[in-house]
């Protein structure tokens, strides 16, 4: 794999001084463009230790405007990062549109160096480099440019680095134990690097493997890679695909036209049993902190099936320190700036903590569906970006548990009627809820299908049924009891 | 003090029930006329272990509506915190207009009861008071609503609280080591308390403090306070000042304009003591991190006058990795959403890191003051805010640098001509920079202004002659250098 970047290319300093001073205009230039352009760009510098990947940055943001660009050397995670899923410490730092992010340290460093080190085995690598797939195939959906480069040097030439910056005062704190210990799992680290490039390397987001112990041919290589990969771009870039409304057709019986609407539960039997799950989940939402756990509930539904009043059961469980209700409104300038399910990522609960989702990310597969508010590969695609990014969390200790709640049409009917009635403006019925009741039919068909595809073992959906709203409130409270007792017990 | 909270209030079962339906209607009604208000209401609530914080606000988020409310009970500082200013913490989680932030866990906590355990002495104490005091300002002059709840029992109940709930093994976990060992310092504490209460209690914002002992006394106090709070500022809202632009008059000779600017330097020498410095500033610069030190400079100036020449002069000795330019362009609906600094503290430096501010939070003091962008009283009280918010900095460890480049007139025509001949658009001069240039003597009385009310030991203004960009680019790297190297002298 690395052959090709073994071949002792070098540039002389005629033709880099040559060079310099076109590249640097372009890629202003195309850096200019750029900010107005509806995308962002994602540089990944990867490759060996003293391989130079920090000079060729240092040059890089000196010959680009530092202004637009954000560069993120990543360590070890901080706790904030810590307690949450594993990409949180990315997605925080996307770009918005028109700007540069530089990541040096990124995804690929914890599976590619651990796997060398013997710290992860292949199963693990092949999980960590299938999460990559997944976040870069997002990115590249999103519409976000990712030059991936990777800087090779060879055992050799490695060594030799190392003890000419060791050699001189200036430079010696640059070389580590660590560093020394790296170089001799240099072989390891190589075999892990190339299967990762091999799995990653995609038609639209190839990694680009740079020859690097010449500095000159190295830094000009990159910096023209970059430059072309942005030029191809926004010479690319297409007016926004047209959305459309795309509504599904409605197969009857379903998981939802099936369920059993009329159960109900007598008066005494609910309050009795109501305020038994509440201190039980209360008991339990105490311990999940010492257990490094969160949660993760998501309410989707009918309009007026009762998420409000349900989601209020809840927390009367909980305690106030510990939860944050968020409800899903317009996107803010700097959610639109990004990929889609940034906006969720940045809600995301710390150990013992919950978040509750009043509407949520489903939204892209249910009313942005049906209301032509995407392009229909946007919702296609959005499901298994969800799958990914419910599978994070699970991972990283969150439980999440999803409920859609739904009366029949005619119980919403009777509802929608009685809050008219009522005329008190919090319980006001806007055109839009009897528009959407028009569509009952695919929205069922639509929350049939995101049940079909996102429902798993690890992230399960609950239909509720919510004609009696009673019935409805135990049946979420129970299972939240179930599933935190499930989180609590497996270790 | 607390004189007026030991009377032994007491609401029977009767009253709560016949008061809660309407005051949770009117709560309700409230916070949907906030939502759509143009301010934002921040809710301290403090007082003895023991008072029934936790109780009160898990009954407010009870009663109103969760989902536009966020909580926050804060504990130690994360380290993501630690390496920033003190009240980094309360900033970055400042809610947006029309929703609600509870602080339980407040910009109190740590003054007040580091003072009754013997660890802040009396100046401490102050210092630590007065910061809050020109926090809440700030808060207020934002339009913010700032609803301030102290809850108050004697030291017998606190005990009795404490045994009542270690008795039930359903709540025995809630009483700590750490509270037993508070009881024993209850005076202290009530007297800590008391004197931060007294010179924190405006006419703006006073404190409320409420007798705790009867639970449904509290509830019914807290929310009611609340409410007349909210509806009083509801009924109150006005208008937004209309803006008028000031002009200051230029007093001539002034600091600026005493400015020598025939200072050059020759090419060789300039090219010389360029390396020099930077080195040293590369340096230099490595050592932050390990000192728990960071690096702020801003730059203002003229236009033209070479504000981002220099700024690439001070990043090319600097690693990309630690390093963030950061350009101030119009504010994102987030920011809008907050007060004026928010966007600035939001990007201050983590320990070993610079933040480089090309035009900065003095945009308030100079366009938006002389372009009538803010209603005079905002640009009035900015002085004292900013010299508050860098001060907080310098304490946090930031070096914090600041530096007005100028040219004269006749080179700022030189230069606009200069970029209008050379037509790439990079450099394309706006009509915007022709009116600016109009309002030259403006600019320059407005900075002097600025200079004057700003400048600190702490915080320093450095005057910039940059007729000849070779003498400004050396001037700013020695001042740089200077102020690095008092930085790691000083322990």
Redesign the interface.
């Known amino acids: 794999m690395f052959e090709s970047a073994q071949l002792g290319r070098k540039v002389d300093r005629d033709t880099f001084a040559q060079r310099e001073p076109e590249l640097r205009e372009a890629l202003?230039?195309a850096q200019?463009r750029l900010a107005t352009a509806g995308f962002s760009v994602v540089i990944v510098v990867a490759g060996a230790e003293g391989a130079g990947k920090?000079e060729t940055?240092?040059l890089?943001?000196?010959w680009l405007?530092?202004?637009?660009?954000?560069?993120h050397?990543l360590g070890a995670p901080?706790?904030?990062e810590l307690e949450r899923p594993e990409y949180y410490r990315f997605w925080r730092r996307l770009p918005g549109k028109g700007r540069i992010g530089?990541f040096?340290g990124s995804w690929y460093t914890r599976p590619i160096s651990q796997h060398s080190l013997g710290n992860l085995d292949e199963a693990g690598l092949e999980d960590g480099l299938r999460r990559i797939v997944d976040f870069e195939r997002m990115l590249e959906d999103e519409g976000v440019l990712l030059v991936k480069v990777w800087l090779h040097i060879t055992r050799d030439q490695q060594a030799k680095r190392f003890k000419a910056l060791a050699k001189n005062p200036?430079t010696a704190?640059r070389v580590t134990k660590m560093d020394w210990r790296f170089h001799k799992t240099y072989d390891q680290f190589v075999n892990s690097a190339s299967r990762a490039i091999r799995r990653t390397s995609t038609g639209q987001s190839p990694w680009h493997i740079i020859e690097a112990w010449d500095a000159r041919y190295r830094h000009l290589t990159v910096a023209e890679t970059l430059l072309a990969a942005i030029e191809q771009r926004l010479a690319a870039e297409l007016p926004p695909a047209e959305a459309q409304s795309v509504v599904p057709a409605p197969v009857r019986p379903n998981v939802i036209s099936s369920l059993d609407l009329s159960r109900t539960v007598p008066e005494a039997e609910y309050r009795k049993e109501l305020i038994r799950r509440q201190?039980a989940i209360g008991?339990m939402a105490?311990d999940l902190q010492d257990r490094k756990r969160s949660a993760v509930l998501v309410f989707e539904g009918s309009d007026a099936a009762g998420k409000?009043g349900t989601?209020?059961r809840v927390?009367?469980a909980?305690?106030?320190?510990?939860?944050?209700?968020?409800?899903i409104a317009a996107p803010?300038?700097?959610e639109r700036a990004r990929p889609y399910l940034w906006r969720f990522w940045r809600n995301l609960p710390r150990w013992g903590h919950f978040t509750i989702f009043?509407r949520s990310w489903y939204g892209r597969v249910l009313v942005e569906r049906l209301e032509g508010l995407c392009p229909p590969a946007d919702w296609q695609r959005a499901y298994g970006e969800i799958n990914a990014f419910e599978e994070q969390l699970v991972l990283s200790g969150s439980t999440v548990l999803k409920f859609w709640l739904t009366t029949s049409k005619d119980e919403q009917l009777r509802r929608f009627q009685e809050r008219e009635a009522m005329g008190f403006?919090?319980y006001k019925i806007t055109g839009e809820d009897w528009r959407n009741r028009e569509k009952w039919d695919a929205y069922e068909a639509a929350a049939c299908d995101m049940v079909e595809r996102t429902s798993s073992e690890l992230a399960p959906w609950t239909l509720v049924e919510a004609e009696d709203k009673h019935y409805a409130r135990l049946k979420v409270l129970r299972t939240v009891e179930e599933g935190l007792a499930r989180a609590l017990d497996r270790k």
Not at 318 to 327: C, K, S, T
């Open positions: 202003l230039d200019l920090g940055v240092n890089l943001l000196n405007d530092a202004r637009g660009i954000e560069t050397a901080s706790e904030e530089i040096f200036d704190w201190l008991r105490r409000g989601i209020r927390t009367q909980l305690d106030a320190r510990f939860y944050q209700v968020v409800q803010t300038d700097e009043d403006k919090r």
